[in-house]
């Protein structure tokens, strides 16, 4: 399940899913960098939009562990 539905996603998008890890911290500052990609990804997955609702998505996996996948996980467009 994906919590994008009409107007972000069509039936057929393929996605790639990543798992977020540790946040990056400055090791001079100690602060977190923040911003996007201020974390350690992983990919897992890559999954395909099989039903689109107003406020939700379903998808099935194409490839990768489905098992792997973790709750607040973050699914891309490829790039």
């Given amino acids: ?6 107007g972000g996603l069509e039936i057929g998008d393929e996605l790639v ?7 990056l911290i400055d090791p001079a500052t100690g602060e977190p ?15 395909r ?6 406020r939700f998505s379903v998808a099935e996996v194409l490839s990768g562990d489905a098992s792997a996948v973790e709750i607040g996980a973050v699914a891309r467009r490829p790039q």
Wanted: proline residues 3%; hydrophobic residues 40%; glycine residues 14%.
């Fill in 49 to 54: 939009v099989t039903r689109v609702a107003a």
């Fill in 1 to 6: 399940y994906l919590n994008r539905g009409e």
């Fill in 33 to 47: 960098l923040g911003g996007f990609g201020s974390s350690v990804e992983t990919e897992v997955a890559t999954i």
């Fill in 17 to 23: 899913v990543f798992n977020q890890g540790p946040q």
